[in-house]
């Protein structure tokens, strides 16, 4: 699974928006124990466990751009869309507070 998700804004500031949209996911999911774990400036590693499995995927800080890949074993797929849904909207609602100012 691949979500690219464009913006314009600095990669400082996506880099709050991706953390600000993740822990709003950790504590609207938290029986899934997601964690994300910087590893650069620009690229982080995230996981998550549902259903007894556990999966990875990480988040990259692209010129312009978010992305956010994974490999969802095929048994989870049916949860796919409903999770990009919720990246989705996380990550704008970040974005909107972003472009006025309103996260650190």
Known sequence: MKHVMPHDLSTEVAKKVADHAFDAYRQRFADYNPTLTWKSDT??????????????????LRRGEIVFEMKVPFVLRVFEK????????????????????EID
């Not at 690229?43 to 990259?60: C, D, M, N, P, V």
């Not at 999770?83 to 909107?96: F, K, N, S």
């Open 82 to 101: 409903k999770a990009l849904e919720v990246m989705q909207r996380e990550l704008d609602y970040w974005v909107t507070k972003a472009k006025a100012g």
């Open 43 to 60: 690229k982080a590693e995230a996981s998550f466990r549902a259903k007894g499995i556990s999966l990875g995927g990480t988040i990259e």
